[in-house]
């Protein structure tokens, strides 16, 4: 097993002592997912290194999420048969990542993230259960202050916050004011991360007629492939984290199950609560027998991945979450 908790000293090293860079995150990239990759990428701006070798690979993103700070530098594949080091972002499951095969090409690999996982497939591992969002830890780790990158250390924190609303830590708080004072417009981004276009309010509107609860709290909907335009089908253009904020706008619930039809015919699940319940906890039990296919995250926030009718996966989600309450 590789040991998470990489001192920040010995990743700096790496990173000076590297000349080729590889930067990858996990599928149906969220904001911080590529605001990670996009920080990382001007930090090593930053410090020197060569754009040329630097390759960010992020194969396909929600086109909402298209003003992040150098989103024009990210590419579809790597361009080199070989990298001195490969900086995966935001996911410590291998299965989870975008391209794993794509690993092999470098010489080592640091992940940096902030979701539990018992194993780790990186030779180094940075990774902190306790903070809001990835970009927290590599503001930690970095403290680089140029613009590009201060921005991209915003825009993961509201992002994976759900605008500052979920899981907003003390810490979180104390960098959105460090932000604030080196002149990051908190406002204008938050306001870009909320804008959805007509097709994700119609998709909105959809779950939300579609909804309904279970046991008071539990709020379950879903949207199939039959639902979706063409390029949609492989739910890269279906920004899910958008849906779920206009969700906790519009709907009240404690605990909320959304179910989406990948092309495979599977269920992709994300889960959010307000409760005291450990959704990370239940997705890991889950898993162990054998009722979903994937899942983790966070206590507050999980993802799955299930097969079958969703009603049926509803109440496999709902009756494990109701039996951890009683």
Excluded at 12 to 24: A, D, H, K, P
Excluded at 253 to 268: D, Q, R, S, V
Aim: aromatic share 8%; hydrophobic share 40%; with cysteine.
């Amino acid at each position: 097993m590789k040991a998470k908790n990489t001192s920040k000293e010995v990743v700096l090293e790496l990173i000076r002592s590297s000349n080729t860079f590889l930067i990858m995150t996990h599928m149906r990239p969220d904001g911080d997912a590529i605001s990670s990759s996009l920080a990382i990428f001007w930090y090593l701006q930053d410090i020197g290194k060569n754009e040329k070798f630097i390759d960010i690979v992020i194969p396909e993103y929600t086109r909402e999420l298209g003003f992040i700070s150098g989103i024009e530098y990210v590419k579809k594949q790597p361009t080199r048969k070989n990298y001195d080091l490969a900086i995966l972002v935001d996911c410590t499951e291998l299965s989870m990542l975008k391209g794993k095969e794509y690993v092999e090409l470098a010489d080592k690999t640091i992940c940096i993230d902030h979701h539990e996982k018992e194993k780790f497939y990186a030779d180094y591992n940075v990774v902190n259960v306790d903070v809001s969002s990835c970009t927290t830890i590599i503001f930690d780790i970095f403290h680089c202050l140029t613009p590009n990158f201060l921005n991209c250390i915003a825009t993961g924190l509201i992002s994976d916050t759900s605008l500052l609303t979920l899981n907003v830590t003390p810490e979180a708080m104390d960098i959105i004011k460090k932000l604030r004072e080196l002149g990051v417009d908190i406002d204008e981004i938050s306001k870009k991360l909320a804008t959805k276009s007509d097709r994700t309010e119609e998709l909105t509107n959809l779950v939300i007629k579609r909804g309904k609860f279970i046991n008071d709290n539990i709020f379950c909907s879903y949207l199939l492939q039959n639902d979706l335009l063409e390029d949609e089908k492989n739910l890269t253009n279906v920004n899910h984290k958008l849906i779920i904020q206009e969700l906790q706008k519009n709907v009240k619930f404690e605990t909320l199950i959304l179910l989406i039809e990948n092309e495979a015919g599977e269920f992709k699940g994300s889960l959010r609560t307000f409760s005291d319940i450990d959704l990370n906890m239940i997705c890991s039990e889950l898993l162990a027998e054998g009722k979903i296919l994937k899942g983790g995250g966070h206590s507050y926030s999980a993802g799955c991945t299930a097969v079958g009718a969703y009603e049926d996966i509803f109440k496999t989600i709902s009756d494990a979450i109701i039996r951890k309450k009683q």
